[in-house]
C-alpha cells in the first residue's frame, strides 16, 4: 500500500498491467502444473487398474488351471495311469491351490480397496475356500479311489463357479473403475479451463479497478485535497492540515510546500491569540474573584480600577469608584478614618506587604467588616498598589458569638461550683445555726418585756432565722430539685401564692405597690416540683417588688408559648412548647452589665434589693435549671420582665380533669393535611384532628406538602408558618394555591402574628392560631375554616 | 546350597501358586482314567531318545524314561531323579545326588553308574554333540553320587539333562555291548518314568501302562496313554471334537486352530514350545553367486514381508522371530536390525550389489526349495517368497522334493540356492542354535549343520566363548552381539516360529506347559472331569426290519459298547457280518451331522473327510438326505437317486442306506449297491 502511495507518477500507471501480466502468469503457470497432475494421476489410475486386472485375470487362469488340472487328474487315474506319472499335474495343481490363496490374501492385504472391492473380496472368500478344500480333498481321493473321487471333484465345481462368477465380478468392476477415472479425468479438465478462463477474467477486471483507484485515490483525490487546502488557506482556515506529507512521490512534496506556509501562518496566528487569551484570562479572574480589588495610583493613591465583586461589596459602579477616596469607603471613625487609611497605604508602597482588619462602608452607609491584603504591584511598567479586600463580617460576628458563648458557659460552671461550695458550707452551718436559733428563744423566755437585754436578743434570734434561710436556700442550690416532679399547672401554683402567708405579708410590707396577675386559663401543664416553683414565684415577686421605689405595678402572668426558634440568648434552648411565667416590674431596671451577675449567689444587693438571703435568684435560677427550662430578663428604664419558660408536658395534672365541650369541634371526616417540621408537633395536632373525627395525614416539610396535594386533594391544610430547613408556610402556601387555587388552610405558628402571616393571608389562607396547639384552638380554627 | 536355595525356592513358588489358585490348588489330583493322544508328528523309530532326536521319540521317550533334572515354565530346573546337584566353582564338575529308591521298571535300582552310563551313551550316539561334548568321564563315588568331569565349563550342561535329551538307561539292559542305534531294548525299553510300554502296533497305536513303582509317591494319576498315530490332521480334529482322543501335542494345521478353537470343550495353548524354540528360515547357500553379496541377501529381506507371512498365511497363529535365538528363550535379543518390507530399497540394493534388470525384467534367477511338510510353514511361503522376488527382479523357481530325506540330502549336500527350513533351538542356545553358524560345523551331508557356509570369525569366537561362560548376564550379552552381527549379515532370513499349539480337552488338569511342553512326562496330568459321550437311543429292532437296518442297529451297538477303535476290527470283518464287499457292499459309515466322517469300515473314505459338499445326480447335497433318514424319515430308509461307488468293486450304481442317530452329532449309516 505505501509503495503504491510512494512510487513516482509515472510507475503508478505501470502497476496495473504489470500486475495483471504476473497474475495471467501465475494462473497458466498452475493451470500447466495442474494439468500435468492429473495427467500423472490418470496414469497412476490407469496403472494400478492395469495391474489389479493383470493379477485378477491371472488369478482366473490359475484358478481355472487348478479346476483343468483337478479334472486331467481325475481322468488320468480313472484311465489307471499310475500316481508317479502323473505326479507332476498333481504338483503343479497343489501349487496352483497355494498361489489362489497367496493371491488373494495379498489382493486383501496389499491394496487399497473401496467398499464395492471389499464386499466382493468377501463374499468371494467363502466359495474360494470351499473350492480349495474341496479340491485339495478331490485331489487326494483321486489318487486312492478315483471313481470316488470324481464325487468330490464334482463338489468342488459349485464353489468354483461361485468364485469365477465373483472373479469376473472384480474385473467388470476394475474396468467401470478405469472408464470412471477417465470421465472424471475429462469432467476435471473442462472445469480446469473453464476456471483458468474465469481467473484470466477476473484478473482483468480486478487490474482494470487496480488502475481506477489508483488514478482516483492515489492521483486525483489527494491533488484536489491539496487544492481545497490551499483554498481554505487563502480563506483563511488554517487549521486544516494537508494531508498526504508521507508520501513520497511528487504530490507529496507539493503538500510539504503547502504545509509549511500552512505552518508559518498557523504559528503568527496561534501567537496573537494566545495574548488575546491571557488578557481575557486575566480580565475574568480578576472579575471572578470573590474579593474586592482595587488597583491604586502608587503616588496619587487614587483608583485607577476595581472588579465586579468591589461592586457587589461596596455597591459602587466602576466608574464611581474611580472618582472616591477611600475615605467613603470606611467607616470614617478612628482607626477607621482616611488617615489610618493613608498609613496603611504609605507602608505598602514601601514595599511590605500589608494585611489588616478594617471596617468598611457600603454606599447605603452600612459598616461591614473587610481583612485588606496591600501590595505594591507592576503592571505593564507602571507601579500600582494593589488592594484586596474581603469581606469577613461573618467571621467577626462568629468570634464576637464564639465569645459571648464562652461567657455564658463560664457563667453556667462559675454558678455549679458556687453551688457545690454553698452545699458544702450549708451543711455543716445548719448544725451551727440550731444552737443559735435556739437559744434566744429559750432566753427569750425568761428575759421580762421591756428588759434592755430583749432587743439584742431578738436580734441574736433575727439573725439566726436568716441565717437558716440562708442556709436552707444554699441547701436547695446544692441537692438541686431532688423531690419527684409531678405534672402541674402554674396558674394553680400563682394562685397558691397569692393566697399564701408569705404573699400576704409582702402586700402588706410593701402598699404602694399595685400587684397585678394575667393568667391565661388555657395554660398547658409543666412537669416539676409545686414547692420549688412557689418558691422561684416567691423569690421573684420579692425580687420585683424590691426593685420598685415608691409606687409600681408587679405583674405575675402566664402564658403558653410555643419556641420555633431558639430564644435569643438561649441559642442552645430546644425548639418545642413551653408554659411562661412571668414576673415584670416598672422599677428602675438592672444595668446591662449587671444583668449577667445577678443569679450569682449573694450578689449586691444594691443591685438586687434590699432583702432577703441573697440567694434568692441564685435559688430561682438553679430551679430552673433542674426543670429544664430558661430564664429570660428583659431589663430596661422601664422595668424588668423575668420569663420563666418550662416545658410542657401532655399529662394531665392528678385530679383535674378538664371539661371541654368537644361535641361543638367535631369534624365530619374531612381530610386534613397538617404541616409540620417538628415531629412531636405533627403527632399532637393529627392526635387531636383524629380525635375530633378529622382524618389527618402530616408531611414535614413545605415542599413535601406540595408534592402530597398534586397526587391527593385535601380539605384544608394546618400550615406551620415557620420551618427554618426548607420553604416557610408563605411560601408553601403560594406554590400550594398553584396546583389547588382554592385550599383551605390555617396558619400556626409559635410567634406573634408576622409579616409572613399577613402574606398568606392575604393569598387566602384562614385562621393564625398561635402555637402550642390546644384541642379548644385547633378545634375552632379548623371547624370555622372549613365552615367558610 | 545352590540346589537348596533352588528347592526353597521352588516351594515358596509352589506355595504362592496354590495360595493365589484357591480352590483349584484345594482340588486333590485324581487317579485313574486313560488319555487318548492323538499324535501327527510321525511315527517314532523307537523309543529311546538317547539316540535319538525328535519330537515323536521323546514325547513316548520321556513317560517311559526318567531324567536328572526336569524344568518349569520358567527355565528353573527342578529335581527330577537327581534330588539335587551342584556345579563347581570352575564349572568343570557337576555333582549329582539320585533320589534313593528309585528303581527301573524291571525292579532294578538305579544307581550313579546308570546316570554315568546314560550321559556316555547320549554323548556318544545323540546327534546334538554339543550337550556332552566337554564331558570327560562321570565319576560315581557311591550309589547315589554321580559326578560328571568337564574338561571346560559347559553352561548348557543343565538344560541337557532334560527329559527329552538324556534319558537314563539302565545299564544292565542297554550296556550288553550292542550297537545302541539299533538296540532291541530301543523298541522294547525298560526305563524308570511314570510309564511303561504295554503295546505298540507300528505305525497305529502306542499303549503305555502305569508305571506302579514310580519313584515319585502316589504319580502318575492316569492309569494308562494310548498314543494314536494319525498323520491327518482332518482325522486329529474329528476325533478331538468327538472327545474320542485328548490332547493333541504340536498341532499347526491354521484351519484346523480356527476350528477346533470354535469347540467348546478343547483348550488350546501356544505354550510348551519354548524349550524347543523353533525357527522358520529362509537360508541361503553362501557359496554360490549372488548369494554371496551381503546387499543381495539385504535387499531379499526387504522383498519379504514377514507381517504378511504372519498375518494373512498365517492366519496369525505364529510369531515372529526376528533373529537366530527363538523369542522364547531368555536369550532372545529383541534390538537387533530387523527388515521392515521396502521394493524400492530392496531394488537399489540390487543395483547397487552390481545386479541391475536385464530387459526381460530379470536380475538372475535362483531355486528355493522347501521341506515337504507342514506347507503352510514350507510351501505356501516359498510360492508367496516367488511372487514377491519377482517384483524385484529375481526369478525364482520353486523345487519340490518328494519327501523330507531328498531335501534333506539336496540341502546337507549344499546342492541349493535358497531353502525354506525350520530348525529348533532344544533349550539352551550351545545345543540347538551354535551348529548352524560356527564355522567349524560346516559339515557336508549333514543336515542342520552350517550347511549355509557362513564363516565369521567373531562369531565363532562369541559362539566359543558362550558354550563356556557360566555367567548368565555375560552370556547373554554374549548372545546379544552374536544376534546383532547376524542380523546384519544375514546368512538367513528368519520368518517366524512355528505355530505350534497344544490342544487338550478341558477336563484334564495340569496340562503340559512347562517349557518342554508335551516332551516331559506326564505323571502330573490328571482327569479332573472325564469325557461323557451321550448316546441316543439305539433304535428298536423287528424280525421285518430290513437287513440295511439290521447291520446298522448292530454297528451302533458295538460302538457304543466297545467304543470306536475297538469296535472298527469286527465292524471291518465280513465273518462279523459287516462289508460284504464282495456282494452289495453292507458298508457302515460315520459323519458327524456337519459331514466330517469319523467312520467307513470299508475305508473308502478317510477320517476327516467332509462330505457336505457332494451331490446327488440331481443335483442335491447327500448330507441333508441322510440326516432325515437318520432322524427317522421313512424309517431311516434313503432311496437315493444318486449313485456311489462300491468301496470295493468301484462300480457306480444306485444305493440306499439305512441312516440312525449314534449321539446328538453322530450318524450311522450303512449303505448297499443295488444291482
Redesign the interface.
Known amino acids: 500500500m505505501k509503495f503504491f502511495r510512494d512510487t513516482s507518477i509515472s510507475n503508478k500507471i505501470l502497476i496495473p498491467p504489470a500486475i495483471t501480466m504476473v497474475a495471467l502468469g501465475i494462473v497458466l503457470l498452475l493451470a500447466i502444473h495442474g494439468f500435468k497432475k492429473q495427467g500423472s494421476v490418470l496414469t497412476q489410475v490407469h496403472d494400478i487398474a492395469l495391474e489389479r486386472i493383470t493379477l485378477v485375470n491371472e488369478f482366473m487362469s490359475l484358478s481355472e488351471s487348478v479346476q483343468s488340472d483337478l479334472f486331467r487328474v481325475t481322468v488320468l487315474r480313472m484311465m489307471n495311469i499310475p500316481e508317479p506319472e502323473i505326479q507332476s499335474i498333481h504338483?503343479h495343481l497343489?501349487?496352483g491351490l497355494?498361489?489362489i490363496?497367496?493371491?488373494y490374501?495379498?489382493i486383501?492385504?496389499?491394496w487399497p480397496l473401496d467398499h464395492e472391492e471389499k464386499k466382493i473380496l468377501e463374499q468371494m472368500k467363502v466359495p474360494m475356500d470351499?473350492f480349495s478344500?474341496?479340491a485339495r480333498?478331490a485331489t487326494?481321493?483321486v489318487l486312492?479311489?478315483?471313481?470316488?473321487g470324481?464325487?468330490?471333484v464334482?463338489?468342488?465345481a459349485?464353489?468354483f463357479a461361485d468364485f469365477q462368477r465373483l472373479l469376473s465380478q472384480f474385473l467388470n468392476y476394475q474396468k467401470r473403475k478405469i472408464a470412471y477415472a477417465e470421465t472424471a479425468s475429462r469432467e476435471t479438465v473442462e472445469k480446469v479451463e473453464t476456471t483458468i478462463l474465469f481467473i484470466a477474467f477476473f484478473t482483468a477486471f480486478i487490474a482494470i479497478l487496480i488502475s481506477v483507484w489508483i488514478g482516483n485515490r492515489l492521483i486525483s483525490r489527494p491533488v484536489r485535497s491539496i487544492t481545497d487546502a490551499m483554498g481554505q488557506l487563502a480563506g483563511g482556515n488554517l487549521s486544516t492540515g494537508v494531508g498526504d506529507l508521507n508520501r513520497k512521490d511528487e504530490i507529496g512534496s507539493m503538500a510539504k510546500a503547502v504545509e509549511v506556509f500552512r505552518e508559518n501562518a498557523f504559528e503568527k496566528r496561534t501567537a496573537e491569540e494566545a495574548l488575546k487569551a491571557s488578557e481575557v484570562n486575566y480580565q475574568t479572574i480578576f472579575d471572578t474573584a470573590n474579593d474586592a480589588f482595587f488597583i491604586h495610583d502608587l503616588n496619587t493613591g487614587q483608583i485607577l480600577d476595581v472588579n465586579q465583586k468591589m461592586h457587589e461589596m461596596y455597591g459602587y459602579t466602576v466608574e464611581e469608584a474611580r472618582h472616591i477616596d477611600v475615605e467613603v469607603l470606611s467607616e470614617g471613625v478612628p482607626p477607621y478614618s482616611q488617615e489610618e487609611a493613608m498609613a496603611w497605604i504609605q507602608k505598602a508602597a514601601e514595599g511590605t506587604p500589608q494585611l489588616f482588619e478594617w471596617k468598611a462602608k457600603h454606599k447605603t452607609g452600612e459598616v461591614f467588616w473587610v481583612e485588606v491584603n496591600l501590595k505594591r504591584i507592576t503592571i505593564g511598567n507602571e507601579d500600582r498598589l494593589l488592594a484586596i479586600a474581603r469581606d469577613i463580617t461573618e467571621r467577626k460576628l462568629a468570634e464576637e458569638e464564639r465569645i459571648k458563648l464562652e461567657d455564658k458557659l463560664h457563667r453556667a460552671q462559675k454558678m455549679e461550683s458556687l453551688g457545690l461550695m454553698a452545699g458544702g458550707i450549708a451543711h455543716d452551718l445548719n448544725n451551727i445555726l440550731s444552737g443559735i436559733v435556739s437559744y434566744p428563744e429559750l432566753l427569750l423566755m425568761d428575759i421580762p418585756v421591756g428588759s434592755p437585754m430583749r432587743k439584742p436578743m431578738e436580734t441574736i434570734k433575727e439573725s439566726g432565722m436568716r441565717a437558716v434561710d440562708v442556709v436552707s436556700d444554699l441547701i436547695t442550690i446544692a441537692r438541686g430539685v431532688a423531690t419527684a416532679k409531678e405534672a402541674l399547672n402554674f396558674n394553680t401554683i400563682v394562685a397558691e401564692y397569692l393566697g399564701s402567708a408569705e404573699h400576704q405579708k409582702l402586700e402588706r410590707t410593701h402598699s404602694f405597690i399595685d400587684f397585678k396577675v394575667e393568667l391565661n386559663p388555657d395554660l398547658l401543664n409543666s412537669n416539676g416540683s409545686s414547692t420549688h416553683i412557689k418558691k422561684i414565684l416567691m423569690n421573684l415577686v420579692m425580687n420585683a417588688s424590691e426593685a420598685i421605689e415608691g409606687a409600681g405595678i408587679v405583674t405575675i402572668s402566664t402564658e403558653n408559648r410555643y419556641l420555633d426558634e431558639p430564644l435569643e440568648g438561649y441559642e442552645d434552648v430546644r425548639i418545642g412548647e413551653y408554659a411562661v411565667l412571668s414576673v415584670s416590674d416598672d422599677g428602675s431596671g438592672i444595668p446591662a452589665a449587671n444583668l449577667e451577675k445577678i443569679f450569682e449567689p449573694f450578689y449586691t444587693k444594691n443591685v438586687m434589693g434590699r432583702s432577703g438571703t441573697g440567694l434568692g435568684l441564685a435559688v430561682v435560677w438553679n430551679s430552673v435549671q433542674e426543670h429544664n427550662g430558661y430564664i429570660n430578663v428583659k431589663s430596661g428604664e422601664k422595668g424588668t420582665v423575668f420569663e420563666l419558660y418550662f416545658p410542657v408536658t401532655r399529662e394531665e395534672v392528678a385530679g383535674a380533669e378538664a371539661e371541654v365541650p368537644l361535641e361543638d369541634y367535631f369534624g365530619q371526616g374531612e381530610k386534613i393535611l397538617v404541616v409540620d417540621d417538628e415531629e412531636r408537633q405533627r403527632e399532637i395536632a393529627c392526635g387531636m384532628l383524629t380525635k375530633l373525627g378529622y382524618i389527618a395525614e402530616a408531611v414535614s416539610s413545605g415542599e413535601e406538602a406540595i408534592e402530597y396535594v398534586k397526587e391527593h386533594p385535601v380539605d384544608l391544610i394546618v400550615l406551620d408558618m415557620v420551618m427554618p430547613k426548607g420553604i416557610n408556610g408563605r411560601k408553601t402556601y403560594e406554590e400550594i394555591i398553584k396546583i389547588r387555587p382554592k385550599q383551605k388552610a390555617i396558619i400556626a405558628s409559635g410567634y406573634a402574628k408576622t409579616k409572613e402571616v399577613d402574606a398568606a393571608q392575604e393569598l387566602g389562607a384562614g385562621k393564625y392560631i398561635k402555637k402550642p396547639y390546644t384541642l379548644e384552638k385547633v378545634g375552632l380554627a379548623v371547624k370555622e375554616e372549613l365552615e367558610k | 546350597m545352590c540346589t537348596k536355595m533352588s528347592r526353597c525356592f521352588l516351594v515358596i513358588a509352589t506355595l504362592a501358586i496354590m495360595g493365589l489358585t484357591g480352590l483349584n490348588a484345594a482340588a486333590e489330583p485324581r487317579r485313574g482314567g486313560e488319555l487318548v493322544v492323538s499324535y501327527g508328528g510321525g511315527t517314532p523309530r523307537h523309543f529311546n531318545p538317547a539316540v535319538q532326536s525328535g519330537t515323536s521319540t521323546a514325547i513316548v521317550g520321556t513317560q517311559i524314561f526318567a531324567s536328572p533334572l526336569r524344568y518349569d515354565e520358567n527355565w528353573n530346573p527342578i529335581p527330577y531323579l537327581a534330588q539335587t546337584w551342584k556345579v563347581s566353582e570352575d564349572g568343570r564338575s557337576v555333582t549329582l545326588k539320585l533320589v534313593e529308591g528309585a528303581t527301573f521298571h524291571d525292579g532294578r535300582p538305579i544307581t550313579s553308574e546308570d546316570v554315568a552310563f546314560s550321559i556316555m551313551a547320549v554323548k556318544k550316539y545323540h546327534p546334538f554333540k554339543p550337550m556332552f561334548a566337554p564331558v570327560e568321564r562321570v565319576d560315581t563315588p557311591d550309589p547315589h553320587t554321580a559326578i560328571i568331569r568337564l574338561s571346560h565349563p559347559h553352561p548348557a550342561i543343565l538344560l541337557a539333562m532334560s527329559p527329552a535329551l538324556l534319558p537314563i538307561l539302565p545299564k544292565h539292559v542297554y550296556g550288553d555291548g550292542q550297537d545302541l542305534k539299533t538296540h532291541p531294548a530301543n523298541l522294547a525299553p525298560v526305563g524308570s518314568g511314570p510309564f511303561k510300554l504295554a503295546k505298540y502296533i507300528p505305525g497305529k497305536t502306542i499303549v503305555l501302562e502305569r508305571n506302579d513303582h514310580y519313584f515319585i509317591p502316589g504319580r502318575p494319576y492316569l492309569d494308562k496313554i494310548i498314543i494314536r498315530l494319525e498323520k491327518d490332521p482332518k482325522a486329529q480334529m474329528v476325533e478331538m471334537e468327538r472327545q474320542v482322543a485328548h490332547i493333541i501335542p504340536a498341532f499347526s494345521d491354521l484351519t484346523g486352530l480356527d476350528r477346533l478353537s470354535k469347540s467348546k470343550h478343547l483348550v488350546i495353548t501356544p505354550k510348551g514350545f519354548e524349550g524347543i524354540g523353533s525357527v522358520v528360515w529362509l537360508a541361503f547357500n553362501l557359496l554360490r553367486k549372488p548369494l554371496d553379496e551381503k546387499r543381495v541377501r539385504q535387499a531379499i529381506a526387504y522383498a519379504v514381508d514377514p507381517e504378511f507371512i504372519i498375518k494373512y498365511l498365517h492366519r496369525g497363529r505364529s510369531r515372529r522371530a526376528t533373529g537366530p535365538i527363538s523369542p522364547g528363550s531368555p536369550f532372545y535379543e529383541p534390538d537387533v536390525q530387523t527388515y521392515r518390507v521396502d521394493l524400492d530399497r530392496a531394488n537399489r540394493l540390487l543395483d547397487e550389489a552390481g545386479y541391475p534388470k536385464k530387459p526381460d525384467g530379470n536380475r538372475f534367477s535362483l531355486t528355493l526349495d522347501y521341506i515337504p511338510v507342514m506347507p503352510s510353514q514350507q510351501r505356501d511361503v516359498a510360492l508367496y517368497l516367488k511372487r514377491q522376488l519377482e517384483k524385484v527382479g529375481i526369478d525364482i523357481r520353486v523345487r519340490r522334493s518328494k519327501n523330507f530325506p531328498e531335501w534333506a540330502t539336496r540341502i546337507g549336500n549344499w546342492d541349493f540356492d535358497m531353502t525354506m527350513d525350520s530348525v529348533y533351538n532344544w533349550g539352551d542356545p550351545v545345543i540347538g542354535v551354535h551348529r548352524t553358524y560356527l564355522s567349524d560345523n560346516i559339515r557336508k551331508g549333514v543336515i542342520w549343520s552350517n550347511t549355509q557356509n557362513y564363516r565369521n570369525k567373531r562369531v565363532d569366537e562369541i559362539l566359543g566363548q558362550a558354550a563356556v561362560e557360566m555367567d548368565k548376564d555375560k552370556r547373554k550379552a554374549l548372545y546379544r552381539e552374536f544376534q546383532q552381527i547376524l542380523t546384519e549379515e544375514l546368512p538367513v532370513v528368519w520368518i517366524n516360529v512355528l505355530p505350534f499349539h497344544t490342544v487338550y480337552h478341558a477336563g484334564l488338569g495340569k496340562p503340559p506347559t512347562t517349557i518342554w511342553g508335551v516332551h516331559a512326562p506326564f505323571d502330573e496330568l490328571y482327569w479332573k472331569e472325564r469325557p461323557a459321550i451321550v448316546y441316543a437311543s439305539t433304535p428298536t429292532l423287528e424280525t421285518q426290519s430290513p437287513p440295511l437296518k439290521q447291520v446298522g442297529v448292530r454297528a451302533m451297538d458295538l460302538l457304543k459298547e466297545r467304543g470306536l477303535y475297538q469296535a472298527l476290527d469286527v465292524l471291518k470283518d465280513p465273518n462279523q457280518g459287516f462289508l460284504d464287499l464282495k456282494g452289495s457292499g453292507l458298508h457302515v459309515i460315520g459323519f458327524t451331522n456337519k459331514g466330517i466322517v469319523f467312520l467307513d469300515n470299508s475305508g473308502q473314505m478317510k477320517t476327516g473327510m467332509d462330505i457336505s459338499k457332494i451331490l446327488d445326480i440331481s443335483g442335491k447335497r447327500l448330507l441333508p438326505q441322510f440326516l432325515e433318514a437318520a432322524n427317522g424319515k421313512s424309517g431311516g430308509i434313503l432311496k437315493s437317486k444318486g449313485f456311489w461307488p462300491h468301496p470295493g468293486t468301484h462300480k457306480v450304481a444306485p444305493m440306499s442306506a439305512w441312516c440312525g442317530m449314534l449321539t446328538g452329532e453322530d450318524v450311522i449309516c450303512v449303505l448297499k449297491w443295488d444291482e
Not at chain 1, 486312492?144 to 470316488?148: A, V
Request: charged share 30%.
Open positions: 504338483e497343489g501349487q497355494s498361489d490363496m497367496v493371491i490374501r495379498q486383501l492385504s496389499k470351499a478344500e474341496e480333498q487326494e481321493v486312492q479311489d478315483p471313481s470316488f470324481i464325487f468330490l464334482r463338489s468342488a459349485v464353489p
